[in-house]
């Protein structure tokens, strides 16, 4: 059987990365239950090469505080 994972987890993925195409990180569907994919249109290969890397924060920051709720302070 399929096993749930137990650590929420979080997979950020550009759709021009030029190493790792998109079709190997897209999770199964339907996607665990803990698991969030975020794809962005632009970022690379772990971000080299972005000039704007606003939205992998922002992406971050939204995720720690789907868990902390909004007594944390950034």
Same mark, same amino acid.
């Given at each position: 059987?399929?096993? #749930? $994972?137990? /650590?929420? =987890?979080? /997979?950020?993925?550009?759709? &021009? &990365?030029? /190493?790792?195409?998109? *079709? ?11 698991? /969030?994919?975020? #794809? =962005? #249109? ?7 090469? *972005?000039? &704007?890397l606003?939205?992998? $924060?922002?992406?971050?920051? $939204? ?9 944390? *302070?950034?």
């Amino acid at each position: 059987g399929r096993h #749930e $994972n137990a /650590i929420p =987890s979080l /997979i950020i993925h550009a759709k &021009d &990365d030029p /190493i790792v195409p998109p *079709s190997a990180c897209r999770p199964p569907q339907p996607m665990p239950r803990k698991v /969030i994919y975020v #794809e =962005s #249109e632009l970022g690379g290969h772990l971000a080299f090469g *972005s000039t &704007d890397l606003g939205w992998a $924060n922002k992406t971050l920051a $939204n995720y720690f505080l789907h868990f902390t709720g909004p007594r944390a *302070s950034l």
